[in-house]
């Protein structure tokens, strides 16, 4: 019998035009054998690959696919952003050329603001001209304190231009940095072991797991192997996978640990979820979450269990689908779940299987292991690890920004407390873990715990996260960090809250900060105050919700000046979340210390 795909079973020739017969095809039965003929050849043609390989390892889109591609796939076509990392001499040249001489062609002002972000270099053109922000990989958000003295020294070059924040995806971002300086700080990224490779634009996204992995009594697997393993391969051990550097738009992966779901799966476009199969330890999948300006959307499930060798092979077989087939038009319209959507997940789940070593997926299993009932735990404070004796210690870190002398002293107390090791949260926290029980107290009594990152914040700071802003951020629209530290200290002047109310800001549609996943959400505008003038604003999201019963929240109330936003923040958490009224004399206004810390003023 003849084996067809499952994405073209819907195109079959019916069995009763396949059937010989003597007499000649009426008119209709000639029409329905055309217009299946049409469909076919429709749908091999959707599921050509749309790049091929070329000379050097790169994947280049093809010239028949090439009409009303977008101004980045243009600017990729023109010449490959990899070749600053493989031609000889491609970035130290480009360092060594002054700004003035670069900017004089198109194809240099491209090299800075396009192409060096596939090694993870973002010039900050709008409100730091001649600086950049560079991303790191940290897979499973694992750093030691030789890592981040590392970082601290380089920041602390640029004086009052150089901070680091913690992002929402377990990694670093480290600010100020001057182009002339790259090749030394990219030699001085591989010495302690990290690199920035492919950690912008199109590329793969810094792997996420849990940050509890193998010190949490509870845990259902340890995901650091996974977690590293995926930016391994993604990266070919940081050298650089040309295969994968010309994805249609960016991607994020996370492998699942923990009942808490602290990685967040339903936002990614690939979830490992922990799964048995007939004994056998795996993974179900999902696939496809992800935000942007015009749309989000939850992941979805893929219908396929695998086991846990197959890691690699499938993140393979989904990229490599998503390579081939993704469209390269309107760049709101290329994220993953876009092409699964118009193949359907059925079509979409074989493209997959068709790219697998062995040409197959399983389906899910039914066997998850992911407790369905789960309160999250906050891991702020001090708990108890799976190894007797031992703690882990979550400090809150104020929208994760810190500066080069608290990156110091946490290298300092990582070593003197703990086994010299940091771990970043997706919340824009750190924890240190392997600390004695007996250096608890000492640990606790460190001026640093004490005065700027608490272990234990009050409950509207601890679930408090910001997106850069327009501090830094030429895409933001409002300032964030330092007027959401604002805004929170000035509502819990007003009211007493009992439980955790996660608050998120993101300075544009983009959702960096995810306000979508928040209990509220903030998303900059710009909107009109009570006089008519244009001002700085903020829609207000409501209802996100993460864990087991995770969901994307909606908008509530739009354009609400920043200016006038305080009440209505008071409104939603009496009405919403049970908050109390306090009594109290009025106090003075003042910029509170952490907002202070955060321009150094």
């Not at 280049?60 to 023109?78: P, T």
């Not at 249609?248 to 799964?275: F, M, Q, T």
């Not at 306000?515 to 244009?534: E, H, P, S, W, Y």
Request: glycine residues 8%; charged residues 25%; aromatic residues 6%.
């Amino acid at each position: 019998m003849t084996s067809y795909s499952t994405s073209l079973q819907h195109f079959r020739v019916p069995q009763r035009l396949r059937l010989r017969c003597r007499r000649r095809p009426s008119r209709d039965a000639v029409g329905e054998l055309a217009a299946n003929s049409t469909s076919q050849e429709a749908e091999a043609g959707r599921l050509e690959a749309r790049v091929e390989e070329r000379e050097g390892g790169y994947w280049v889109l093809k010239e028949k696919f090439r009409a009303g591609i977008n101004l980045q796939e243009k600017v990729k076509l023109e010449k490959d952003p990899m070749s600053l990392v493989y031609e000889d001499d491609g970035i130290r040249k480009l360092a060594a050329t002054p700004l003035e001489e670069i900017e004089a062609s198109k194809s240099g002002k491209d090299d800075i603001d396009v192409r060096l972000k596939w090694l993870g270099l973002f010039h900050r053109r709008k409100h730091q001209y001649g600086r950049f922000m560079m991303r790191l990989k940290l897979p499973n958000g694992v750093t030691t304190s030789e890592q981040t003295r590392y970082l601290a020294s380089v920041i602390q070059s640029y004086g009052e231009d150089g901070c680091a924040d913690i992002t929402t995806r377990q990694n670093w971002q480290i600010r100020g940095v001057q182009l002339a300086d790259v090749p030394s700080i990219l030699d001085g990224l591989t010495a302690v072991g990290l690199t920035s490779l492919q950690s912008g634009m199109d590329n793969v996204r810094n792997p996420v797991g849990n940050p509890l992995a193998g010190i949490d009594p509870l845990e259902i697997v340890d995901t650091r192997p996974y977690a590293s393993l995926l930016s391994s391969f993604v990266t070919a051990n940081s050298k650089g996978n040309l295969s994968l550097t010309n994805l249609p738009r960016k991607w994020n992966v996370c492998v699942v640990g923990s009942h808490d779901l602290y990685e967040h799966p339903h936002i990614n476009d690939l979830a490992y979820i922990p799964a048995e199969n007939y004994g056998r330890f795996g993974f179900n999948l999902l696939v496809g979450g992800f935000f942007s300006p015009k749309r989000c959307a939850e992941a979805v499930p893929l219908d396929a269990w695998i086991p846990a060798d197959d890691v690699i092979p499938l993140c393979k077989a989904v990229l490599e689908a998503y390579r081939d087939l993704g469209s390269r038009g309107n760049r709101q319209k290329t994220r993953m779940m876009w092409l699964i959507n118009e193949l359907g997940i059925e079509a979409f789940r074989t493209e997959v299987e068709k790219r697998m070593p062995t040409g197959s997926l399983e389906r899910a299993s039914p066997g998850d292991l992911v407790m369905k009932q789960w309160e999250r735990r906050d891991y702020l404070g001090v708990h108890p690890q799976k190894q007797l004796g031992f703690s882990f210690v979550g400090l809150h870190v104020p929208v994760g920004r810190v500066q080069a002398v608290d990156m110091f002293e946490l290298a300092r107390i990582a070593d003197a407390y703990g086994s010299g090791e940091l771990r970043l949260t997706v919340e824009q926290n750190i924890l240190i873990p392997n600390v004695e029980n007996s250096r608890l107290s000492a640990l606790l009594e460190e001026p640093l715990l004490k005065k700027r990152f608490s272990p234990g914040p009050s409950i509207l700071m601890k679930g408090l996260v910001a997106c850069t802003g327009s501090q830094f951020c030429g895409q933001a629209i409002i300032e964030t960090k330092a007027r959401a530290l604002r805004m929170t200290e000035e509502v819990e002047k007003l009211v007493a809250v009992a439980q955790p109310v996660r608050m998120h800001w993101t300075g544009c549609p983009n959702s960096c900060g995810q306000v979508q996943v928040a209990d509220i959400g903030f998303m900059g505008c710009l909107t009109r105050n009570a006089d008519g003038k244009v001002c700085e604003g903020v829609d207000v999201y409501l209802g996100g919700r993460i864990g087991s019963d995770s969901h994307l929240g909606e908008l509530y109330k739009k354009g609400v000046p920043c200016d006038e936003l305080v009440p209505v923040v008071v409104e939603i958490l009496v009405e919403k979340f049970g908050a109390v009224p306090k009594v109290r004399e009025e106090d003075h206004e003042a910029i509170p210390c952490d907002a202070k810390y955060l321009y150094k003023i």
